[in-house]
């Protein structure tokens, strides 16, 4: 009878810091959800930055563990960041973080590092190395409850399956059952094999591993983890049914569709031993849903907040503050009847996956997508607000387009609080990723009350429906992406003007959805951990 489940990850959102993108909201919610059936959950993550001096914390164990040929200390708290009462479903969910003195950045940076190009994912490979034989060591030395089922999260914890497989000190853990979930197929972890200080050679002199399992597809002299804990899992679990699919097929850039990313041939082998899962993840529908921010201006006073700490962290001021700031103003002292249509909002990580869309060009143009749908905003009187942080291309892209249309807000940063803010406040949500695996932006949208307008792809197709609960736009081609984008978003502000009572009908059925965390539960404990 499954009683026990060890959650290891690069992030926790339980733990305030802990967090860069929608793994860290699963690792959160997840275990309350199975601890409200009963089954106690321990989660385990490195500590980024120091989260053991910053909370309440108990030191459990200090070992030292096996890495590069030497030995290593490392030790494991067990961290309480916040109140927990027996009577709640957190009691049975213990919070852990893995120390070691590399594990916290010298610079602050949080969770991950930025490497070069050309030696990509090298220190979080290192970091993420040297974490999980910490995890198997405080295992094997009981330090950690023994648990029934052991559930990795992408490749930042696959490299304990590799351990679990292959080194001859773990054989008495070999026999727990582990899954292993992929939020993001596109973030591989793809390192050298050896010759590099940060390869599996390098981290495991005498690791006795079999490299057609854990070798990269195109590169046969790098390991990658990604595939390794595909290929050594006893469960393969992907975020939402579509998804499931998608990455069984091969991508193609060039048109715009994202699949396995090399991993294909080996997911396609999952879906056929009956290991491979799609399931959706949920999301928390708290019983008080009032907004804090019953306004815009409030969220404009905010934003102006914001800006200012953004502005701070850098030695010379970034167009993208200055002219956000000079927005701001500029809105604040226009006459409110100026600015009567509706309000389209965005927040997400800036990269190809989520933006790719909006700063693509127009065919024979030299504008760009997102100003094409400022432009048809401004025919309906409406701005739009989009807050996100990413690749330095798209920000650029977004400062320029919002120095040319005064309809438009961007924020360059990102600030939880500010972002929740907002979803209650717009009209209509935009999300035109290139791929979704699953998606947790829109389900905090439609739960505000918020229609989206999304790509049919992952988990946006699982979760919005055209014309019900919200708007969708799909092409099997960049340039049909692009047309089907604009064409979608259009036909959504004319509704939104001319048919109120279809529009309102649609935010009504889209704020009534429910993507909560026990089906999805109930199909962990069914379909990946019995």
């Not at 907040?305 to 200055?322: D, E, I, R």
């Not at 009847?337 to 700063?359: D, F, M």
């Not at 030299?366 to 025919?379: D, N, P, Q, T, W």
């Amino acid at each position: 009878m499954l009683k026990q489940v060890l959650m290891i990850a690069a992030e926790n959102d339980a733990i305030p810091g802990a967090k860069v993108g929608g793994v860290a909201d699963v690792v959160r919610d997840a275990p309350l959800a199975l601890a409200k059936n009963n089954i106690n959950v321990d989660v385990i993550i490195p500590d980024h930055n120091n989260y053991h001096q910053a909370f309440d914390s108990t030191l459990i164990a200090e070992l030292n563990v096996p890495f590069r040929g030497q030995l290593t200390p490392v030790s494991l708290y067990k961290v309480t960041p916040f109140k927990v009462t027996s009577k709640e479903p957190a009691a049975k969910v213990n919070q852990y973080v893995i120390w070691h003195h590399s594990f916290a950045s010298t610079n602050g940076s949080g969770v991950y590092q930025h490497d070069q190009d050309n030696r990509p994912f090298a220190s979080d490979a290192n970091k993420f190395a040297l974490f999980s034989v910490a995890v198997c060591e405080f295992l094997r030395h009981k330090k950690i409850t023994q648990p029934d089922v052991i559930h990795l999260h992408d490749w930042h914890a696959a490299m304990v399956s590799v351990l679990l497989s292959f080194d001859n000190s773990y054989q008495t853990l070999n026999a727990i059952k582990r899954v292993y979930t992929v939020h993001n197929i596109a973030l591989q972890g793809t390192r050298p094999l050896n010759q590099d200080d940060s390869s599996l050679e390098a981290w495991f002199p005498h690791l006795a591993y079999q490299g057609h399992l854990i070798c990269d597809p195109n590169y046969l002299h790098c390991f990658n983890p990604m595939r390794a804990g595909i290929n050594l899992a006893d469960k393969v679990h992907v975020v939402s049914p579509t998804y499931s699919l998608e990455v069984q097929q091969t991508s193609n850039n060039a048109l715009g569709f994202y699949g396995g990313e090399g991993l294909e041939n080996d997911l396609q082998s999952a879906a056929k031993a009956g290991k491979l899962v799609g399931i959706l993840n949920g999301c928390e529908y708290p019983s008080n849903t009032e907004s804090a921010a019953a306004t815009l201006t409030d969220f404009i006073k905010q934003a102006q907040s914001c800006l200012l700490q953004w502005a701070a962290q850098h030695t010379h001021l970034q167009s993208s503050h200055f002219i956000a700031t000079e927005r701001i103003k500029q809105w604040q002292s226009q006459n409110s009847s100026k600015n009567i249509g509706p309000l389209v909002t965005s927040v997400g990580r800036l990269t190809e996956q989520k933006a790719r869309l909006l700063v693509e060009t127009n065919q024979g143009q030299s504008s760009r997508v997102v100003e094409k749908l400022l432009i048809s905003l401004s025919k309906h009187q409406g701005r739009m607000i989009l807050i996100g942080t990413g690749d330095q291309y798209i920000e650029q892209a977004l400062t320029q387009a919002m120095a040319k249309h005064d309809n438009f807000l961007f924020l360059n940063g990102f600030d939880s609080a500010l972002s929740e803010k907002l979803y209650p406040l717009g009209n209509l949500f935009l999300m035109p990723s290139s791929f979704e695996p699953c998606g947790i932006s829109q389900m905090l949208a439609m739960r505000a009350g918020q229609p989206c307008l999304v790509n049919q792809v992952g988990g946006l197709k699982d979760t919005v429906i055209n014309n019900e609960t919200g708007f969708c736009f799909y092409g099997d081609t960049i340039e049909k992406q692009k047309q089907h984008l604009c064409q979608s978003f259009n036909q959504a502000l004319t509704m939104f003007t001319d048919k109120p009572k279809q529009f309102n009908a649609i935010a009504e059925l889209a704020k009534q959805c429910r993507f909560d965390w026990q089906k999805s539960i109930e199909r962990y404990i069914s379909n990946l951990y019995n």
